[in-house]
């Protein structure tokens, strides 16, 4: 059985390269460059993700990524 969970990436201004959440019970969030490192999350989490990223410098986009359990 699939189940949908969702990533949260991040584009920097200047760099070529997008980046994950890695780790959101930090200050300031931690970020990977491994998307099978990312945090996987439900749609509500990274809806709050989102939102305290849309101040900073970073572009955020929520993914959607299909997950068997």
């Known amino acids: 059985m699939q189940h949908t969970k969702f990533v949260v990436?991040?584009?920097r201004v200047g760099l070529p390269c997008a980046?994950?959440?890695?780790?959101?019970?930090?200050?300031?969030?931690?970020?990977?460059?491994?998307?099978?490192?990312?945090?996987?999350?439900?749609?509500?989490?990274?809806?709050?993700?989102?939102?305290?990223l849309e101040k900073s410098k970073w572009t955020p986009e929520m993914v959607a990524v299909q997950v068997n359990r």
Do not use: F
Not at 20 to 29: A, G, H, L, N
Not at 34 to 44: H, Q, S, Y
């Open 19 to 52: 980046e994950y959440v890695q780790r959101i019970d930090r200050k300031p969030i931690q970020t990977t460059l491994e998307r099978n490192l990312a945090l996987l999350m439900g749609r509500i989490t990274a809806m709050e993700v989102l939102q305290s």
């Open 9 to 11: 990436k991040v584009s």
